[in-house]
C-alpha cells in the first residue's frame, strides 16, 4: 500500500493564489503536482477564450495574465461550463481526475464534475462541498498532490501565504501485488 496526499488550499483572489505558486516554485515544489480551479465570472465584460499554440496555452478573460502565466508552467488545462458553478478554468494534474469523472460518468450525488474529480482523487464529500462552495463565491483553489513528505512541505509552505481554508487529505493506493 502507498499513501499519496493532497492538500487544498483556498484564496480570496488570484494574487494571493499567485503569490501561493511563486512560493512553492521557490521552495523547490515540483510545479506539476499544483493544480488551480477558479470560476471565470466576468465572461459577459471581456471576449473569453483559450487556444493552444504549439506548447503554449492563450487565454483571454479578465484575468488573462494570471491564467496564461500558470497554463505555461502547469501540466494540462481545461475550460468547462459546469452547471451550478459557471465557467471555469482549470490547469494541473486535477484536470486527469474532473475527465475520469465525466468519461466514465462517475458523478457524486450533489456535487458537481469537479466534486466527483476531488472525490476521485480521495478527498472527502463534505470538503469537496465546501470547495464547490468556495468556487461559486469567486474564491481560488490551490492544489498540491503528492507524497505525503512533499505535501507536508507544501503544507508549511502555503500556510505562511495566508490561505482563507487550507486543508490535508490522504489517500491510501493499493499497489499491485509483485509476482
Known amino acids: ?39 471565470d465570472t466576468h465572461t459577459d465584460e471581456h471576449v473569453v477564450g483559450y487556444y493552444n499554440n504549439a506548447d503554449r496555452m492563450k487565454y483571454w478573460g479578465k484575468t488573462g495574465a494570471f491564467w496564461g502565466g500558470f497554463w505555461g508552467l502547469l501540466f494540462g488545462s481545461a475550460f468547462f461550463a459546469i452547471p451550478g458553478i459557471g465557467p471555469v478554468l482549470i490547469a494541473g494534474p486535477v484536470i486527469t481526475w ?54 507536508e512541505k507544501a503544507r508549511c509552505i502555503l500556510e505562511c501565504t495566508n490561505p482563507l481554508h487550507a486543508s490535508v487529505h490522504a489517500r491510501e493506493i493499493l499497489l499491485p501485488a509483485a509476482h
Not at 5 to 11: L, R
Not at 17 to 37: F, M, N, P, Y
Not at 123 to 140: G, R
Request: hydrophobic share 50%.
Open 98 to 151: 474532473i475527465i475520469a469523472a465525466l468519461e466514465g460518468a462517475v458523478l457524486v450525488g450533489g456535487v458537481s464534475a469537479i466534486g466527483a474529480g476531488l472525490i476521485g482523487m480521495g478527498i472527502p464529500k463534505n470538503s469537496v462541498i465546501e470547495y464547490e462552495m468556495a468556487l461559486k463565491t469567486d474564491k481560488f483553489l490551490l492544489m498540491v498532490n503528492g507524497a505525503s513528505s512533499d505535501v
Open 1 to 39: 500500500m502507498s499513501e499519496t496526499n493532497a492538500i487544498v488550499a483556498v484564496y480570496a483572489t488570484h494574487n494571493g493564489a499567485e503569490d501561493a505558486v511563486r512560493q512553492l516554485q521557490q521552495a523547490g515544489i515540483d510545479i506539476r503536482s499544483l493544480s488551480i480551479i477558479a470560476r
